[in-house]
């Protein structure tokens, strides 16, 4: 295995990635610890803690978060039992996005075949990435594990702190040494892309049905693995070792895979195309949908899937929310209100049109992505009309959001109603509260369009926007701050 020169290649990615790095860094460590000042007043009285520890108990909720441990339910373990999953699925989307970044985009991109020009190693590259997906997710979970205590929350001590912070780190690291795999595997970026997020999801969906139903089948994936550490309580460490052990097995298989296959080209044979192209692609519409297919199949499933989660708990909303003044005030209803179910329903629309417009920013901005990796001189050089291409985005994101409302109200709608012993909530309804977040959608959608056409360079403010919008809808009903604000 020829490594030469790859702390060079390492030192060169570090400067490349600093702020892209930075970014995730900080991401990571809030969403990890951002939450811990603010647990005591969710949690509330003893009596209240125990009433939360029974809801936290009901199949629907450990489907959503993973199992309750521990004799006694703290503050500590209900943190663990809440942010184990899902801090662990944001760590394990850093470390697919990282990787590809770093091996078949920059193939795709012509850098590795640049670099391979120079005196390097053909694993050196392979080698520098290992190191920074693994300097990453450790320094992510160590900063997790160190700054959680610091707020001095009953029984989130270092110990258990370390041990989340670990847990995440491994979880992120076993994902890394996944995709460093499938690159060698998939012939393109968008492939390996959506082949790991895919894994990613099976990895989420095998351990919401182990939990519930099949321990055993929660402990073969890596968000199964983290559930079993259990902070503040056992603060187990064989399932980080286990991870590990995982990740260098997984690492060495992709060093074999990538000495096998030529640069550029995936081990998984390529279907030829059909010997002409469809009509539906002679046009500028047709080549926009056939771009952006992929990506709204993909969040389309994951809006659903999300939507009849959030809709699993309406069965038992009423006594989770009478149990925490905290998450009277995030789903804004009142002590004591006789029927939450309007105001908890509106809530959780607002925040599942946040996440359907995700996919709607992404099919906006693809043109932009286009048009750097020069795709776009091909097709305007020829009678392409650029206002046609640019409305077919703009179409494309319009229809999704309607798309992805509607699956969203639909998901959430029917399994609500399946689980709600009294006064089921209408399918028909959810679908109505759903379709009015429908302009917001639209509104990112124009905005990254905008900046897609007149500023490249600030389309991250979309996502910004977006971030901020998320924070406002979620706790604004929990922050002291002017009514304006959120009407921003």
């Known amino acids: 295995m020829d490594t030469t020169n790859w ?19 900080v991401g990571l460590v809030v ?27 009901n199949p629907a909720m450990v489907a959503m978060c993973g199992p309750k441990y521990g004799d006694e339910y703290t503050l500590g373990i209900m943190y663990g039992q809440l942010m184990l999953v899902w801090v662990g699925l944001a760590f394990a989307a850093f470390g697919i996005l990282l990787v590809i970044r770093h091996t078949r985009a920059d193939e795709e991109a ?28 450790l320094v992510s979970g160590l900063l997790i594990g160190l700054i959680m205590p610091v707020f001095g929350v009953a029984t989130i001590d270092l110990a258990g702190s370390l041990v989340m ?14 995709t460093l795999v499938i690159v060698q595997v998939a012939a393109t970026s968008r492939g390996a892309t959506g082949l790991s997020m895919a894994l990613m999801g099976a990895s989420y969906l095998v351990r919401a049905g182990g939990d519930v139903s099949a321990p055993s089948a929660s402990l073969t994936v890596p968000l199964g ?12 460490l064989w399932p980080i070792a286990v991870m590990l052990a995982g990740s260098a097995v997984l690492a060495v298989v992709a060093f074999l895979l990538n000495r096998a296959r030529d640069l550029g080209l995936g081990l998984l044979p390529q279907r030829p195309g059909p010997a002409h192209a469809p009509r539906s692609l002679s046009g500028e519409w047709g080549l926009t949908w056939r771009l952006t297919r992929g990506t709204l199949i993909g969040w389309g499933i994951t809006v659903f899937v999300v939507a009849a989660s959030y809709g699993s708990i309406m069965g038992d909303m009423d006594s989770f929310l009478n149990s925490s003044e905290m998450y009277q005030q995030v789903m804004q ?8 179910t309007p105001a908890v329903v509106a809530t959780l629309m607002q925040i599942m049109a946040i996440v359907g417009a995700i996919p709607v920013v992404l099919a906006v901005h693809r043109l932009a992505s286009e048009e750097k990796k020069s795709r776009l001189d091909q097709v305007l050089g020829t009678a392409a009309s650029r206002t046609r291409l640019y409305a077919g985005h703009a179409l494309i994101a319009g229809v999704a959001g309607l798309a992805l409302q509607v699956l ?41 369009l905008c900046l897609v056409g007149w500023a490249k360079g600030a ?11 998320f924070l406002l809808v979620y706790l604004g009903g929990t922050l002291n701050i002017p009514a304006w604000v959120p009407k921003l």
């Open 110 to 137: 012509g850098r590795l075949e640049v670099l391979g020009s120079l005196p390097v190693g053909r694993s050196a590259n392979l080698i520098a990435v290992t190191l920074l997906a693994v300097l990453a997710n």
């Open 165 to 178: 912070g670990l847990a995440f780190g491994a979880c992120g690291l076993a994902f890394s040494a996944v």
């Open 7 to 25: 702390t060079k290649l390492f030192r060169f990615a570090l400067r490349r990635d600093r702020l892209y790095l930075t970014l995730w860094l």
């Open 459 to 469: 389309t991250p403010v979309t996502w910004v926007y977006l971030a901020v919008s």
């Open 408 to 448: 969203s109200g639909i998901g959430f709608g029917a399994v609500a109603h399946s689980v709600m012993a009294t006064d089921p909530v209408s399918v028909g309804l959810v679908l109505k509260v759903a379709l009015s977040s429908l302009p917001a959608l639209w509104v990112f959608g124009g905005l990254g």
């Open 333 to 340: 209803v009142t002590p004591g209100q006789a029927n939450m």
């Open 225 to 236: 693995l983290i559930e079993q550490t259990e902070p503040f309580y056992s603060n187990s």
């Open 31 to 57: 969403l990890g610890t951002f939450f811990v000042p603010v647990f005591p007043s969710m949690a509330g009285t003893a009596a209240e803690m125990a009433t939360l520890g029974e809801m936290m108990a």
